[in-house]
């Protein structure tokens, strides 16, 4: 069973910083990629930013320049340092991984969220 474990949300003034970490544990067998999501007050989940484990990153045009997103692979763990807020940037941040647990089991996984507030 595969848990994805968010942590690192909360309240921020406007130009402030957060960091949010999502750690990847149980049966894993390969990772190929985490990310982070976010869903807005009244609005659709978007993409945040994605990070391939065998290279390469995406990032939100609204976010980039502002957000970076990392992992340590020895952890199974993605964070995402969040600079410069703005309180656009208000919303649910869901964890992402795409791995399999087992050899030819590969499927999504989800976080439970975590709430970012960014007060102007």
């Known amino acids: 069973q595969v848990q994805l474990v968010e942590s690192g949300g909360g309240l921020a003034q406007a130009g402030g910083s957060l960091r949010l970490s999502c750690r990847a544990s149980?049966?894993?067998?390969?990772?190929?990629?985490m990310g982070w999501y976010r869903q807005p007050p009244g609005k659709q989940r978007e993409l945040v930013a994605t990070?391939?484990?065998?290279?390469?990153?995406n990032y939100r045009d609204s976010v980039k320049g502002r957000f970076t997103i990392s992992r340590d692979n020895a952890k199974n763990t993605v964070y995402l340092q969040m600079n410069s807020l703005k309180p656009e940037d208000t919303a649910v941040y869901y964890c992402y991984a795409a791995l399999a647990a087992a050899r030819g089991y590969d499927n999504n996984y989800w976080g439970q969220g975590t709430q970012v507030t960014v007060s102007s």
């Open positions: 149980g049966s894993i067998f390969s990772i190929n990629a």
């Open positions: 990070l391939a484990w065998s290279g390469g990153t």
